[in-house]
């Protein structure tokens, strides 16, 4: 079955640090592949998506690129603010009929002033 | 354009009672799935639901259900409610089930505590 696995947190940086949240995946065939952001208190919120191999994925200076050689779609930002403190999810959906997203546990970011 | 609402933002029942959520997709959205985020089990897909008809189902047992109604809103049920089942309920909504039009939006969610 599909799986994602991600970077285990919790992540804390200082404003202006470099950010890497690693995700790789298990899926058959060409799954679209997504970061979701969620805020306390709140829903998910679509970050980015890539639906195809080697495309990037970019929104509010966070990018990912899809990478079908390593399965991989990790999630990177070159300067961090404090406003990006959330919880980071990554997930799929494979190309068969279920169109349910598989989700990887998340990764809680700090991001310290 | 609105985005997904949910109602109750907020559920305090007791054990052996039964709850129905709520949820509006956004507007032209025609395919809505629920999944239920704890703690320890992380993010699981519930149902999903396409022009009144349900596509697929996750692994829980037959208290939850759900429907779809003709302008695409949805409901869901949890009978009998346990302890277990206290979680915040996420609503998404999509255009459709093809390739191109599955990318999900999800609501505010709905906070269910079972006492």
């Known amino acids: 079955g599909n799986s994602v696995t991600q970077m285990e947190g919790p992540v804390t940086l200082s404003e202006e640090a470099f950010l890497t949240i690693n995700c790789t995946y298990t899926?058959?065939?060409?799954?679209?592949l997504f970061w979701y952001v969620q805020y306390p208190g709140e829903g998910l919120q679509l970050l980015l998506k890539?639906?195809?191999?080697?495309d990037k994925g970019s929104n509010k200076g966070f990018e990912a690129t899809y990478r079908k050689e390593t399965t991989s779609f990790h999630l990177e930002k070159g300067s961090v603010q404090v406003s990006d403190s959330a919880v980071y999810f990554c997930?799929?959906?494979?190309?068969?009929?279920?169109?349910?997203?598989?989700f990887g546990s998340g990764t809680q970011l700090t991001v310290l002033p | 354009k609105a985005g997904v609402t949910q109602t109750p933002r907020y559920l305090i029942k007791t054990r052996g009672q039964q709850v129905t959520l709520s949820c509006s997709p956004i507007?032209?959205?025609?395919?809505v799935s629920w999944y239920q985020q704890t703690p320890g089990q992380g993010l699981q897909f519930l149902f999903e639901?396409?022009?009144?008809?349900?596509?697929n189902k996750g692994n829980f047992p037959g208290r939850f259900s759900g429907r779809q109604f003709s302008n695409s809103r949805s409901e869901m049920n949890v009978s009998t409610l346990e302890l277990g089942d206290s979680a915040l309920y996420l609503c998404?909504?999509?255009?459709?089930?093809?390739?191109?039009?599955?990318?999900?939006?999800f609501g505010p969610g709905t906070r269910l505590t079972v006492l």
């Open positions: 998404a909504s999509s255009l459709g089930p093809r390739d191109g039009q599955d990318t999900q939006y």
């Open positions: 899926a058959t065939g060409y799954p679209s």
């Open positions: 890539a639906t195809k191999a080697d």
């Open positions: 997930a799929l959906i494979s190309s068969g009929s279920a169109r349910q997203l598989t």
């Open positions: 507007s032209g959205h025609r395919s």
């Open positions: 639901y396409f022009s009144e008809t349900q596509r």
